[in-house]
């Protein structure tokens, strides 16, 4: 008898939790909508241009080279003419040091002094370097100590320093901004997402002379439609190449809890029975064949085999596969 009462309140419990979550995202997705349609965005006034473009996955889900370590992360060396931009650090899952970005960066000879600005793209756990940098908003590039060097690091929201890698207090950009000559970011887009909440996130627009906008995406919550939508706002240059996140963990997921795809579940706007569709994949595809790139390449980190095979299809040798140490030369 006891059992079965503790039975009923858990069910009930469970079943009060998931009716406030429903509600919330709701409320929560209005608004994120209504701060996103109230957002005035002019276009980018000189964005100037780099003449060389390169992009180096140094944590991701997949791997031709068994010496480096993968995960379900992203964090990418982003070269622009003399300029290594890091774009997010990784997820360290297992909390280790050296972490698997710390190891990667090692085997593929690039050193932490290299790097000369680290950009955020949102401040979830697979790109903060592990949940506890999530929860208490800050980021890691390893469970020990780094020293960073004197680097601006930018955020789309409030970020601590990290504790590992003492360094300058990371400055919130939300609006689109030129960071350096023909380096920008297109400014966060906000979303908001079922269990995940608020999220804000940002995307690097490296503009490649004679060639055009390259995008750099780490999670893509704001919708690939969004992210084109903004950058056709900021620039008169065409979009060349579209790279990185897009989160599509569609018949498939890189992280299972038993069945349960969970970043098809905390990715999403929708409830948890709609969730994220083969068809939102599609209509993907068709906004990307809209603006005719000349790259695009899917972070394998939040989009399943089966995403990345209609997406093969769709732009056949126009993908380009996101592989830790396959560098990506534009
Ligand atoms: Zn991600
Ligand atoms: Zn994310």
Request: glycine share 8%; net charge neutral; proline share 6%.
């Amino acid at each position: 008898m006891i059992a079965l009462t503790i039975f009923f309140v858990l069910i009930v419990l469970i079943a009060l939790i998931f009716t406030k979550k429903i509600v919330e995202l709701k409320k929560g997705k209005k608004q994120a909508d209504a701060q996103l349609a109230g957002m005035k965005i002019n276009k980018l006034s000189s964005p100037g241009t780099v003449k060389t473009l390169s992009i180096l996955p140094l944590i991701d889900y997949y791997t031709d080279n068994v010496d480096l370590k993968t995960e379900p992360g992203v964090s990418y060396l982003v070269s622009a003419d003399d300029t290594n931009i890091l774009l997010d650090v990784g997820f360290n899952k297992k909390k280790e040091h050296p972490s698997p970005l710390l190891h990667n960066m090692k085997t593929l000879g690039i050193s932490v002094s290299d790097i000369d600005m680290i950009f955020f793209s949102h401040l979830h756990l697979d790109h903060l370097g592990g949940m506890t940098e999530q929860k208490e908003k800050t980021f890691s590039l390893s469970q020990g100590s780094v020293s960073l060097p004197n680097v601006p690091v930018y955020a789309p929201a409030r970020l601590s320093a990290s504790r590992w890698n003492p360094g300058p207090e990371p400055q919130i950009i939300k609006d689109p901004v030129v960071l350096k000559e023909g380096i920008a970011s297109i400014g966060v887009i906000p979303r908001y997402l079922f269990l995940m909440g608020y999220t804000l996130e940002n995307a690097l627009a490296i503009n490649v002379e004679g060639k055009g906008i390259v995008l750099i995406i780490g999670c893509g919550h704001q919708t690939i439609e969004r992210i084109i939508e903004r950058t056709q706002a900021l620039f008169d240059e065409p979009i060349y190449a579209i790279i990185g996140g897009l989160h599509y963990p569609v018949n498939g997921g890189r992280i299972m809890i038993g069945p349960i795809n969970i970043q098809r579940i905390v990715g999403s706007d929708n409830p948890p029975w709609v969730s994220i569709r083969e068809t939102d994949v599609q209509s993907a595809i068709s906004a990307i064949k809209s603006v005719s790139p000349k790259i695009v390449a899917l972070s394998p980190h939040d989009s399943s085999d089966w995403c990345i095979d209609q997406f093969k299809q769709a732009f056949g040798d126009t993908y380009v596969d996101v592989k830790v140490g396959q560098k990506i030369e534009i």
